[in-house]
């Protein structure tokens, strides 16, 4: 029976009728407190200290547990971390990476050719041509930040520690083309489950082509390429105006071109790139730079002709299972439209686009990454 306390008349009427049980109850209570009191106290004492000293046992493994798993994460951690590092490489040049004979000027047999990895678990192998002058660290930001696996090469040469190394004297635009199919083809071998993506920033999307008359050429040494992005590759003279200039230039007396070269920005940002560019190609072997430069220019036809840059991008698509794109920045929006009318011609669409950025922004991690991904996604 559930009695409700708000009902004094019944409550009272309760305890008057159980009083005599009530009071032997608590007599009887009195007492064995009074008998047992010492026994009760150290029950009391022991059932305190245990649970206490439970609580503090399980909270002491929760710790334990907690704080060996926050260490495994973190040596976890550390570890990918190690593994997605950006780590310094170099390819043996051997006599076989050549199907022709070299020049005897080319001394390569027995020098390396150096690249930057970061690996992933990523099925997509991104391989990166930097710039005339330049070299693989100019791609480190979108390394660092790009999901796929990616490999930077550095030009024969064209390393800043290899600046005075009597052993890397300047060699030709085709030996050059010869080392990175054979660094493709040995990245190829290494990984060969993954889709290979090749990107060339500027002349380095000038050596694509060149690779791809190689690979025609040549097919038995042509890799699976699955897609390429070119960034600013040239179309003629017309855009070389920084290339053109370091082919004349003097690696004896070479301060009055770079100079020359410091001017020919029209706007701040130019000015701050070409500032940059000149400091970082300042450090390398600038005689190299020159042969460099100089075969570039005669491999490309005069001013206002764009037939040339055409078929070459035909046969780069030859060779490209996959998709090819080709971004230009606003330094070409003046032939832009005369380029791609004459690429449709061809049968060429849904490869050129414009940008709305400078030459050097093509580099930038947060642009390069999204561009790559646009173009793995088709």
Not at 67 to 74: D, E, T, V, Y
Not at 82 to 93: P, Y
Not at 159 to 179: C, K, M, Q, S
């Amino acid at each position: 029976m559930i009695i409700d306390p708000s009902e004094p008349g019944r409550f009272s009427a309760l305890l008057t009728r159980y009083r005599p049980a009530l009071a032997a109850a608590g007599g009887l209570a009195g007492l064995l407190i009074g008998v047992y009191s010492d026994q009760a106290r150290s029950m009391i004492g022991w059932t305190g200290s245990h649970v206490l000293a439970g609580g503090t046992l399980v909270a002491l493994a929760a710790v334990a547990v907690f704080s060996l798993a926050w260490w495994a994460r973190g040596r976890l951690e550390r570890s990918r971390a190690r593994g997605r590092a950006i780590v310094a490489r170099s390819f043996d040049i051997h006599p076989d990476d050549f199907d022709d004979d070299l020049p005897s000027d080319h001394a390569v047999i027995g020098r390396e050719l150096r690249y930057l990895e970061r690996r992933t678990s990523s099925s997509h192998l991104v391989v990166l041509l930097h710039g005339l002058g330049l070299d693989a660290s100019d791609f480190r930001p979108f390394m660092n930040a790009a999901p796929q696996h990616t490999v930077g090469i550095t030009t024969f040469g064209h390393n800043t520690a290899e600046a005075t190394d009597g052993r890397y004297r300047a060699i030709g635009l085709a030996t050059h083309a010869d080392l990175i199919s054979g660094a493709i083809n040995n990245l190829s071998r290494q990984y060969p489950h993954k889709k290979i993506t090749l990107v060339g920033f500027s002349v380095g999307a000038d050596m694509l082509f060149r690779l791809a008359e190689l690979w025609t050429d040549h097919p038995d040494r042509r890799p699976p390429i699955s897609s390429a992005l070119l960034l600013d590759p040239n179309i003629n003279h017309s855009t070389m105006i920084i290339t053109g200039r370091m082919a004349r230039l003097n690696p004896d007396e070479p301060l009055a071109e770079l100079l020359r070269v410091a001017h020919t920005p029209s706007s701040l940002i130019e000015f701050q790139n070409i500032c940059e560019y000149l400091h970082k190609i300042s450090e390398k072997d600038l005689d190299q730079i020159r042969r460099y430069a100089a075969d570039l220019w005669e491999y490309w036809e005069p001013d206002g002709r764009y037939d040339l840059f055409v078929r070459r991008l035909e046969r780069l698509q030859s060779v490209c299972r996959g998709g090819l794109r080709v971004l230009f920045s606003t330094h070409f929006e003046h032939h832009f439209n005369d380029v791609m009318s004459l690429a449709r011609q061809r049968g060429l669409r849904q490869v050129f686009d414009l940008r709305r950025v400078d030459h050097f922004e093509l580099l930038r991690e947060t642009f390069l990454t999204h561009e790559v991904d646009t173009l793995l996604r088709r």
